[in-house]
C-alpha cells in the first residue's frame, strides 16, 4: 500500500498469499483481509515504512507433521488473540474451557512458578482458561497432533517493538537450569 489516502476494504474478503508492504496510509481491513499459510510458504507484512492498519487480519500458520504427534512452540502475532483461535483447529483439553479432562495439551513457560531449589519443569504452567490472551512476548507450548493442519490468530497485527521481560531464574538446585526465560 503506498497511498496517502490509504484503502478502505468495503466488501468481500481478501487473501494475500506472498507479501503485504505499507509504506504510506492505513490499510482499513474492515476484518475482512486473511494473511495465507499453505505447503509451499506463507504470507507476511513487510517492514512497515509508513502507515499501518485499522481492523482485524486473520493470520494462518501451516503446521507440517507426520505421522508422529508433535508440540510446538507458539505465539501470536496480532494483538487482541486468545487460546480460543486455535480451538477447534489443535485439540485442547485439560483446562477450564475445554471440552476434555485429557491433558493439559497447552503450556506457557513462567519462569516465577519455579519454587525455590526446584526444577526447570516446575515453570510449564497449563492456562487458567481458553480466553487466557496471547501477549506479546508470551511463548506457548502446544500439542497439535500428527497431520498437517492450518491455524490461525485474528487481531490488529503488532507492529513495531515490542518489550518484553526477559528474567534470569536463579532458582533450580541444578545449576545447568539456570538461565535466562523468555
Known amino acids: 500500500l503506498n497511498n496517502a489516502n490509504g484503502v478502505l476494504i468495503t466488501s468481500g ?27 509451499l510458504g506463507t504470507a507476511y ?12 487480519v486473520r493470520i494462518q500458520r501451516y503446521l507440517n507433521e507426520s505421522s508422529n504427534a508433535f508440540w510446538y512452540m507458539l505465539g501470536s502475532p496480532v494483538i487482541g488473540s486468545t487460546l480460543a483461535d486455535w480451538n477447534g483447529e489443535v485439540f485442547m483439553g485439560g483446562f477450564p474451557g475445554t471440552n476434555s ?16 531449589g526446584g526444577d526447570y519443569s516446575e515453570g510449564y504452567v497449563a ?24 491455524i490461525d490468530v485474528v487481531g490488529t497485527p503488532r507492529i513495531g517493538n515490542v518489550s518484553v521481560s526477559v528474567p534470569y531464574n536463579t532458582n533450580p538446585a541444578i545449576s545447568s537450569q539456570r538461565g535466562w526465560a523468555l
Open 127 to 150: 492456562p487458567s482458561h481458553l480466553s487466557n490472551v496471547l501477549n506479546s512476548g508470551d511463548g506457548w507450548i502446544v500439542w497439535v497432533g500428527s497431520s498437517p493442519k492450518i
Open 13 to 39: 474478503s481478501y487473501s494475500i498469499k506472498f507479501a503485504l508492504s505499507v509504506s504510506n496510509g492505513i490499510l482499513n481491513t474492515n476484518d475482512s483481509l486473511t494473511l495465507l499459510s499453505d505447503s
Open 45 to 56: 507484512i513487510s517492514e512497515i515504512t509508513g502507515g499501518g492498519f485499522s481492523g482485524d
Open 101 to 116: 479432562t485429557w491433558g493439559p495439551t497447552v503450556y506457557k513457560y513462567d519462569i516465577s512458578a519455579i519454587s525455590s
